[in-house]
């Protein structure tokens, strides 16, 4: 078992600057989720989650590069969020909130089944409403009794 810490310990040696890149982006991560959730939720409207079948999205309105441009920026807005959010369930930060945003603020197929399975997961829609009411807004419903 000696053999395998001392593999370890000489790795670990080697990868300082690694490490410390990565611990750095870590604390970032974790100020940054900090710092954003509690604006993000409170931008959700009370009654998102209280739909029996997926709502419809009204098209854009305006030129169809700005069209474009804006459906693109929700998507890579989104993305980064969703990848943000698998990190910080292994590393400092609030993932299963930062992946549901993320999730949230792209457009994709199925995306309607997948905010429904999640805001039902024990403590999601507890946490969002907590964060809310730090914020001073309604809290979500989702004509579910809870």
């Given at each position: 078992?000696?053999?395998?810490?001392?593999?370890?310990?000489?790795?670990?040696?080697?990868?300082?600057?690694?490490?410390?890149?990565?611990?750095?982006?870590?604390a970032l991560m974790l100020a940054a989720s900090i710092a954003a959730l509690p604006w993000l939720v409170g931008r959700?409207?009370?009654?998102?989650?209280?739909?029996?079948?997926?709502?419809?999205?009204?098209?854009?309105?305006?030129?169809?590069?700005?069209?474009?441009m804006v459906h693109l920026l929700r998507n890579i807005t989104g993305l980064l969020l969703i990848v943000a959010g698998i990190l910080m369930l292994f590393l400092p930060g609030q993932g299963l909130l930062t992946l549901l945003l993320g999730i949230m603020v792209a457009h994709f197929p199925g995306k309607y089944h997948i905010e429904q399975w999640f805001i039902r997961k024990p403590g999601i829609l507890a946490t969002l409403n907590w964060f809310r009411q730090k914020g001073g807004h309604e809290p979500l419903y989702t004509g579910k009794a809870d």
């Open positions: 078992m000696s053999g395998a810490w001392s593999l370890l310990s000489d790795w670990f040696s080697s990868h300082e600057q690694l490490l410390f890149w990565v611990g750095l982006g870590s959700i409207p009370a009654g998102y989650f209280d739909h029996t079948q997926e709502p419809t999205i009204p098209p854009l309105e305006g030129h169809p590069a700005i069209r474009f």
